[in-house]
T-cell receptor, first 116, second 114 residues
Framework: DAGVIQSPRHEVTEMGQEVTLRCKPI?????LFWYRQTMMRGLELLIY????????DSGMPEDRFSAKMPNASFSTLKIQPSEPRDSAVYFC??????????????FGDGTRLSIL | SQKIEQNSEALNIQEGKTATLTCNYT??????LQWYRQDPGRGPVFLLL?????KEKRKERLKVTFDTTLKQSLFHITASQPADSATYLC?????????????FGKGTKLSVKP
């Protein structure tokens, strides 16, 4: 079975540019999560969706960040305008419906983002 | 303040020994605790889940314990192998927390030397 697919794997761009990260979750999964990982802060939840509806975006750092899930098989995370401090690895994960965290999350291999 | 801490950033052991990784939490009431493995350049991979009312869970060479009195989970790899070298992350979900509130520790990097 195909896992969570993220694209691109690497992105290098100059500050001020718009960045769009893409994610295809595992078919049949109800939940989709966007995380950011840095050495300093570890893995942080940015936003998550249930059945394509955003449930909690309290982890989104600023208005420069936005996420959409137009259908069950696709989500995007957009940064506009990008800044050097946005440099990190961004992960997408999906899971089945469960109660209070009793379902494992399945992660993609991430997008390594570098803002110059 | 709320914290989830993993005992050390790095742990080096000899092949064949048992690796023990620690996850401590403060000011959380976890309903579930999960352990993940992360290899360089890859996303975390789920290994084990343990519920608040379970003391121990096993899967092949892996064992997880959960002590709510000590506010601690221990993750053991017996008969360790160089292929077990990776970063291991613990994550918890609080009672009343939603599916999305999985809070991760920063991980422990395990190196198993042949």
């Amino acid at each position: 079975d195909a896992g969570v697919i993220q694209s691109p794997r690497h992105e290098v761009t100059e500050m001020g540019q718009e960045v769009t990260l893409r994610c295809k979750p595992i078919s049949g999964h109800d939940y989709l999560f966007w995380y950011r990982q840095t050495m300093m802060r570890g893995l942080e939840l940015l936003i998550y969706f249930n059945n394509n509806v955003p449930i909690d975006d309290s982890g989104m750092p600023e208005d420069r960040f936005s996420a959409k899930m137009p259908n069950a098989s696709f989500s995007t995370l957009k940064i506009q305008p990008s800044e050097p401090r946005d440099s990190a690895v961004y992960f997408c994960a999906s899971s089945l419906r469960g109660r209070s965290g009793n379902q494992p999350q399945h992660f993609g291999d991430g997008t390594r983002l570098s803002i110059l | 303040s709320q914290k989830i801490e993993q005992n050390s950033e790095a742990l080096n052991i000899q092949e064949g020994k048992t690796a023990t990784l620690t996850c401590n939490y403060t000011n959380y009431s976890p309903a579930y605790l999960q352990w993940y493995r992360q290899d360089p350049g890859r996303g975390p991979v789920f290994l084990l889940l343990i519920r608040e009312n379970e003391k121990e869970k096993r899967k092949e060479r892996l064992k997880v314990t959960f002590d709510t009195t000590l506010k601690q989970s221990l993750f053991h790899i017996t008969a360790s192998q160089p292929a077990d070298s990776a970063t291991y992350l613990c994550a918890l979900v609080e009672y009343g927390g939603s599916q999305g509130n999985l809070i991760f520790g920063k991980g422990t990097k395990l190196s198993v030397k042949p």
